[in-house]
């Protein structure tokens, strides 16, 4: 199973988003964190210099909870499709709204878990 997103899935971000990222990402750095410098993959370096994170499952989901405070979910259906869903924070009609649904076929939880990621960035 996949961990983190991918070099590639961080370039869907608009530049926008990329910089709310990080900005996210630089109150909630850790040892450890993988992230992309100059199309380089890098490990507990240097983060001043520009990076951008490649996030893990428990990143997307941290991220999700404080964007999403009203709470979110996610499933998988018979091994099949990957939903996560979020209480939308604007109203409370309806109570739940789908923010990212994935075929799992090839796909893993972190892909669903950064599709709705993108979707609240």
């Known amino acids: 199973m996949k961990q983190v997103i991918t070099a590639e899935q961080l ?6 988003q990329k910089e709310r990222l990080r900005e996210w990402w630089f109150k909630h750095i850790k040892v450890g964190d993988v992230f992309i410098v100059d199309g380089k993959v890098l490990k507990d370096g240097d983060v001043t210099i520009g990076p951008n994170p490649l996030l893990s499952v428990g990143q997307c989901i941290e991220l999700l909870q404080e964007k999403c405070p009203n709470g979110i979910a996610f499933h998988n259906d018979w091994g099949e499709i990957w939903t996560v869903l979020a209480q939308d ?16 076929e090839d796909h893993d939880l972190i892909d669903a878990l950064w599709e709705a990621v993108k979707a609240v960035l």
Request: hydrophobic share 25%; no cysteine.
């Open 11 to 16: 370039q869907e971000l608009s530049e926008e």
């Open 89 to 104: 924070t604007q109203n409370d009609d309806p109570p739940d709204s789908f923010i990212s649904r994935v075929i799992a």
